[in-house]
């Protein structure tokens, strides 16, 4: 299968220029003005951008948490990714109790065999550091193409910090990145009973019992392991200006304090919580939404370079039926997360680059090249001659409106309903096999079901 898209403007991470892009197979083989390749398939690109792939790096699919599971399983999540541009995931792999690191990634790709329709990629979260599983990094870093660790500050499956520093260490050794979820336990454990004992039990309290200071805590107390051990750390789903104040300042320092945040903590306010009718469970993730001042705070993060990475942290689940299961009363058990992989790319664009918050080559550097490189998918994230054919061939004029109707993640609702989106993907590309296209009205999966696979990235090699 071949494909010669004509006409486009190519948008890399730090230029622009119109060119002809030619796929042949799975790579991109050609690049160049007035291509005349012959192909099974000629794209009309004029008047649009041609954009690697979104690469989303923080997915929660088929998850089991807090009682039911994430709704988005690898076929309906990718499906949903694929319609929104993301033609590779990094989806988070949780260790049981017992499991080798090795264990727990053949058990999620077992999940995943035969459903993915983009291909994939996983981190694995130590949830039981035994010695031997402190050992067996190396092998995942070097052996099983998994080089990220995933560890939690919080919940009842957290690491204390000498785990902390050991992981750090043997990362350091081999080309390891260790991604944090840093927040402080204990202030919130605190918070949580205060409110309890105060009958504060509404969905915006969850916000209340996880405050700012509690990120900008664990933020501050994990750079200090990174600089002790001369490591790298990279804190997911950065939320507050507080947090990511103590990210400038370590980095301001030399210590490889690295971030990702989420359209959720760049658009949405803790007003949301406050909606009528437990609507406000709807936003409850953790961390929560933050402040209008945070929002700002993190697209300016995003401008200077503090902030390399935009993600999602989609883990979904049904409004009706499972975020009011046993949380109707008691905003403590209201399964925490939200879907979003589907609107990364449009969001980041509408709200980025048409609004004028960040430039076409930051989005792509933000959403794929810089994504690609931070987490080592070496094929990934970038219209270039070798590289595989994840192609975008994206509108920047056409108008959508978000609303859940017309989304395929597997759940209820969008916490961005009603959202105009100025650009939108017209044809999306998964190693050259089209996976999704405009209907006119809204994106269609014309993929092919199983075709995505897993791949295995590189050690990191440092911004």
């Not at 494909?3 to 796929?23: C, E, M, Q, W």
């Not at 649009?48 to 994430?70: E, K, N, Q, R």
């Not at 697209?299 to 039926?321: E, K, R």
């Amino acid at each position: 299968m071949s494909v010669l898209i004509k006409g486009g403007l190519i948008v890399t991470s730090t230029g622009r220029y119109p060119a002809d892009v030619f796929a042949d197979g799975d790579k991109i083989k050609a690049i160049g003005t007035d291509l005349d390749n012959p192909a099974d398939e000629v794209i009309d690109a004029t008047g649009m951008y041609v954009l690697p792939g979104a690469i989303d790096p923080h997915t929660h699919l088929s998850m089991p948490f807090m009682g039911t599971y994430a709704q988005d399983d690898y076929q309906t999540g990718t499906i949903a990714g694929a319609c929104g541009g993301v033609t590779t995931v990094v989806d988070f792999d949780l260790q049981q109790k017992g499991e080798s690191l090795l264990e727990a990634i053949e058990r999620k790709k077992s999940w995943a065999e035969g459903k993915t329709v983009v291909d994939y990629s996983l981190h694995p979260a130590v949830m039981d550091p035994r010695p031997e599983v402190i050992a067996e990094v190396k092998k995942a870093i070097l052996d099983y193409g998994t080089p990220s660790f995933k560890i939690f500050m919080v919940y009842d499956f957290r690491v204390d910090d000498a785990t902390m520093i050991k992981l750090l260490e043997e990362t350091k050794k081999y080309g390891g990145l260790v991604q944090v979820h840093a927040e402080n336990v204990h202030m919130i454990d605190h918070l949580n009973e205060v409110l309890a004992a105060e009958g504060k039990l509404e969905p915006y309290y969850h916000a209340v019992s996880r405050p700012n200071i509690a990120e900008e805590e664990a933020i501050a107390r994990a750079a200090k392991m990174v600089e002790i051990t001369g490591s790298r750390i990279y804190i997911v789903h950065l939320s507050s200006k507080e947090g990511l104040f103590k990210v400038k300042e370590a980095r301001d320092h030399g210590i490889d304090v690295y971030a990702e945040t989420c359209p959720q903590y760049l658009l949405l306010d803790e007003e949301r919580y406050k909606e009528p009718d437990f609507n406000g469970a709807k936003y409850v993730m953790s961390p929560p939404l933050r402040t209008k001042e945070s929002n700002e705070a993190l697209w300016t993060g995003i401008n200077s370079g503090d902030l390399q990475v935009l993600a999602t942290d989609h883990c979904p689940f049904d409004f009706n039926g499972k975020k009011d299961m046993f949380g109707k009363d008691d905003y403590r058990k209201i399964p925490n997360g939200a879907p979003g992989i589907e609107t990364l790319l449009m969001l980041a664009h509408s709200e980025g680059v048409a609004k004028g918050r960040i430039s076409l080559e930051r989005m792509v550097d933000i959403v794929s090249t810089g994504t690609a490189r931070m987490f080592g998918l070496k094929d990934k994230g970038a219209v270039q001659v070798g590289k595989d054919a994840d192609l975008v061939v994206f509108d920047p004029n056409q108008k959508f409106t978000i609303t859940q109707s017309k989304l395929h993640m597997n759940v209820d609702y969008t916490p961005f309903e009603g959202t105009e989106i100025t650009g939108m993907p017209s044809v999306v590309f998964s190693r050259g096999k089209r996976v999704a296209q405009w209907n006119g009205e809204q994106m269609d999966f014309v993929g092919e079901v199983g075709r995505g696979r897993f791949v295995k990235r590189e050690p990191f090699e440092g911004f």
